[in-house]
């Protein structure tokens, strides 16, 4: 199973749909709201959101879901990455409920050899991250530094640091 991309993997236009999906919890919501001190109770609060929001309801916090879409692009983009070089645009274009499944795909816009060192290059992705019902709810766009296939193979291929059992 391939996990990440070197560099001549990438081709401008390609779009990786990002498998599975996953259904967010209440549970996977209030666990990243705690964990990241956002106590907002537009997203803790039932009553609080069904009283005093538009919403009715709450909302799942926006940096979980930038932060799940990123994950599942992983395999498909960042898996051999050397470092994530920039986010330049993050937009939350519709909310999040509990109980939605989001998707992710993501873009390849452009690549760019390195011009310090010949084993690399910065890819530039857009990923969209959507509901069931096909709603676009994120969208963000980051350049990733990937190795190029030489940098793989003078760093043990496919699975570096991966030991051999003892028999």
Not at 58 to 86: F, T, W
Not at 102 to 112: A, C, N, P, R
Not at 142 to 163: A, L, N, W
């Amino acid at each position: 199973m391939q996990f990440g991309r070197y560099y001549e993997e990438f081709e401008v236009g390609a779009v990786y749909k990002h498998w599975p999906g996953k259904t967010v919890t209440e549970y996977d919501d209030h666990l990243f709201c705690l964990l990241t001190m956002n106590h907002h109770p537009l997203h803790m609060d039932a009553h609080y959101a069904g009283e005093t929001t538009d919403f009715g309801r709450n909302v799942v916090v926006g940096n979980y879901i930038y932060s799940l879409l990123l994950g599942m692009s992983v395999p498909d983009v960042s898996g051999k990455a050397i470092a994530n070089l920039e986010v330049e645009s993050l937009k939350h274009t519709a909310p999040t409920f509990h109980g939605d499944t989001i998707y992710g795909e993501t873009e390849v816009l452009d690549k760019t050899e390195s011009r310090s060192k010949d084993d690399r290059g910065v890819v530039h992705v857009a990923t969209r991250g959507y509901n069931q019902d096909g709603t676009v709810v994120c969208t963000f766009r980051r350049k990733v530094m990937v190795p190029k296939r030489s940098y793989g193979d003078t760093r043990g291929g496919e699975q570096p640091g991966r030991p051999e059992p003892r028999l």
